[in-house]
């Protein structure tokens, strides 16, 4: 295979089939639930909202930072391997072929994220009268060329500077980008092709800068490493990926929590389950991540109702991958040494599990309280929390 357009299609079709292998979990699974609860409560209370925003509210300058942010991030998929340093070096004079379709397909992989925000956004400008249809139909099209300008600024710079300085050219693109369209949404035609030519002047100094370097396989090679690995990250979530290289730390400050064990006095399994939850990385920070959704989701959704479904949805969806985590790894493991029956692994989950979401519970219960005020709402939404936990608990931990 000597053709760089050959090797990218084969390439580009693995990576596809991968992605497709791990996202039909993904999407199955309980990230599904949480997300059509989620989209259906913020959606009910946006369009609430959008009822009665003041005329005032600043929609153009808000729509304009968050697309902004949208269009400064990103990295191109370039699907480079370690090998290639050497592979590739007698090929090097058609590594534009490659990298050209690289770079089409992290534009087209971008640019539903903007758009997606800008859709969200276009009620709001409506309610506001800020933005007619022909000045939607302009942003539109402004975001689609500086979100293809940006896929290839992104990529020059990297390449002219070996990957150094990336935040500093992120900060830059992103003021050029929310500035941008925040004029063409406020009217200001005379200032879209001043800000654009800058951008255009600015994309060509670092295309310039980067035609003077070898290209640095070892910072894309790494970029398109890690960005692998948060994706399997994110996919061992929802099923065993045996590609990932979990992490542990170990977190000195919650000493507290782990208790030396006292001879007699300590259950071996619960002792090591209590510790795993902690310590791995994955684990410890999904838990994080669910319970600080639980209590935004309350100081933000107006609706009880809606409230009650938000947390209970957290709540299995938190209880759930708590108790498959800690059953994952059927291979050899220390406490498989211990005097220990097998038998005591099942209900030592099911302790671990319910105390953390005794703490997700607790601070739900503090959010409510002081969002709301001492009323039966707060109570109740604890009572969501710890019934549909410990009904998920017991429901998919029967091992």
Known sequence: ?????????SRFGHYMTELQKYMKFVFTGHL????????????????????????DFPSALLTALVI????????PVTLLKPADIVFFLPMEGKLKQYLT????????SQIPL????????????????????????????????????????????????????VWKDRVIRFLLGALIVYVTLASNPLFIPIIGVIIVVYYLYWKKKSAE???????????????????????????????????????AWLGFLMQSAKFGKTVPQYYLLRRTLIRTDDIFWLWVRLTVLS????????????????????????????????????????DNLFPEAMDTRAPAIRKTVRVFQLVQAAAVFLAAVIVIGISVTPLLVTAVVLIVSEVTIRFSNKK
């Open 1 to 9: 295979m000597n053709s760089m357009r050959e090797i990218w299609g």
């Open 32 to 55: 599904a639930i949480v997300l059509l609860f989620t989209i259906g409560a913020g959606g009910y209370a946006y369009s609430e909202w959008l009822k009665e925003v003041p005329a």
């Open 68 to 75: 902004g942010v949208a269009l400064a991030f990103g990295t």
């Open 101 to 108: 379709r690289s770079l089409r397909y992290s534009f087209f």
């Open 114 to 165: 903007p758009f997606l925000l800008f859709i969200v956004a276009a009620p709001l400008l409506a309610a506001t009268d800020v933005a007619a249809k022909p000045q939607i139909y302009l942003t539109a099209i402004v975001i689609l060329l500086v979100k293809w300008l940006y896929v290839e600024l992104d990529y020059h710079y990297r390449h002219a500077n070996d990957g150094n300085g």
């Open 213 to 251: 370097k070898p290209f640095p396989y070892e910072h894309f090679i790494m970029l398109e490493q890690n960005r692998m690995m948060r994706f399997y990250r994110f996919a061992n979530y929802f099923t065993d990926v045996p590609h990932l290289k979990g992490s542990v730390s170990r977190r």
């Open 295 to 334: 209590v935004v989701g309350i100081t933000l959704i107006p609706f009880p109702i809606v409230i009650y479904i938000f947390s209970g949805a957290l709540a299995f969806a938190t209880s759930i991958q708590l108790v498959y985590a800690l059953q994952a790894g059927n291979d050899f493991r220390m």
